[in-house]
């Protein structure tokens, strides 16, 4: 019997998903953060039945977690939280280190295998830097213009999407010379880049190439824009932005109703990536093409947090009510789902130019 193309993990989350990590070395590990106030790590092995995987562990935390991401290795991992604080996790003991307290919740959080470097940011509008590499040595504390959104990292640079549609990019070998100098005090570090975004509204996530050339970020209003670090005349003409996650309004007037896109991630090889929305729909893109290869059948609530496997064979999907829905008791409890997606050979390869 030929597997499942897409199953549903059981024993899912009881809130809002927050963030998916796939481990950096195993393409069955996968770790969910929830607004349930649990880090879940799953063996997210198929049996070919509808609702399948493994829950291994959880690992509870005294408020929401907003994100988390691997360190090292498959064993440890880090999170960011409503309680202020980012939290080392060794994934098989269960224990839990403090690494650094924000003055506010912490939004993201992304490990730099290349440069031991562990970069949280927090709504207090700062960003510390760890040197896990120097356990004794005091965080860096970089403070932003503004309020951040999302984070992503590439081999040697560090994306900050931030409100007032701001973005920073910064050069991770400088900026990890000067954060380590610093040790524990607060810089005013400059970026590499600064950057306006190319869409008008709201940045809700920003997702960095692995061939480590540009970024993808995408809009409360229902678009993504391509951009290339690169900062010559040539590479910048290459941007461009455009309009997905909109579905035709029901009164049939031509309109459309255009939904967050709340979800990108980029598959480790192929320089295709997934968006998703608050529409419920998961679509794969062609960046450099700028055409989508494909759009997977609807999902009964909001796109949250999308992640490839290490080995690009699999997409873990995180679904759950979405807060443009309006209700005013939200609840993901019973309708939180987890759906891992096997990837046919050239499902998520582009097309190449038209």
Not at 37 to 58: A, F, H, P, Q, W
Not at 91 to 99: K, P
Not at 110 to 138: C, G, M, Q
Not at 271 to 293: E, H, N, P, Q
């Amino acid at each position: 019997m030929a597997p499942a193309i897409q199953f549903e993990l059981s024993e899912p989350p009881t809130d809002a998903i927050s963030s998916l990590a796939y481990a950096p070395e195993s393409s069955t590990r996968l770790l969910v953060a929830s607004w349930d106030r649990n880090v879940y790590l799953y063996d997210t092995t198929g049996g070919g039945e509808e609702s399948s995987g493994t829950l291994i562990r959880k690992y509870e935390h005294r408020a929401p977690v907003l994100d988390v991401c691997y360190g090292q290795d498959d064993n440890e991992a880090y999170t960011a939280g409503m309680d202020w604080q980012v939290k080392r996790i060794n994934l098989e003991t269960g224990e839990q280190t403090v690494m650094s307290a924000h003055e506010a919740p912490v939004k993201s959080v992304v490990f730099s295998k290349e440069h031991s470097l562990l970069v949280s940011a927090s709504w207090d509008s700062t960003l510390h830097f760890h040197d896990i590499s120097n356990p004794d040595r005091e965080h860096t504390t970089i403070n932003l213009p503004a309020k951040p959104h999302s984070l992503s990292i590439t081999a040697t640079k560090l994306v900050v999407a931030m409100s007032s549609r701001l973005l920073y990019i910064y050069d991770l070998q400088t900026t990890t010379m000067i954060t380590s100098q610093a040790n524990g005090a607060t810089t005013e570090l400059q970026p590499w880049q600064q950057r306006e975004s190319s869409l008008k509204f709201m940045t809700r996530a920003v997702a960095c190439m692995p061939n480590d050339a540009g970024y993808a970020s995408s809009s409360i209003e229902g678009r993504v824009a391509v951009e290339w670090f690169d900062p010559s005349t040539e590479s910048q003409a290459r941007k461009y932005a455009f309009k997905c996650h909109r579905q035709p309004a029901p009164e049939g007037d031509g309109t459309d109703i255009v939904y967050p896109v709340n979800a990108l991630a980029f598959h480790p090889f192929h320089g295709t990536f997934a968006s998703g929305g608050g529409d419920g729909v998961v679509a794969l893109w062609d960046a450099v093409a700028k055409r989508r290869i494909r759009q997977y059948q609807k999902y009964t609530q909001s796109v949250a947090a999308l992640a490839f496997s290490s080995d690009g064979k699999y997409l873990a999907v995180g679904v759950c009510p979405g807060f443009e829905n309006g209700q005013e008791d939200y609840s993901g409890e019973g309708e939180t789902k987890v759906f891992i997606r096997e990837l046919g050979e050239n499902e998520a390869k582009g097309k190449g130019a038209k």
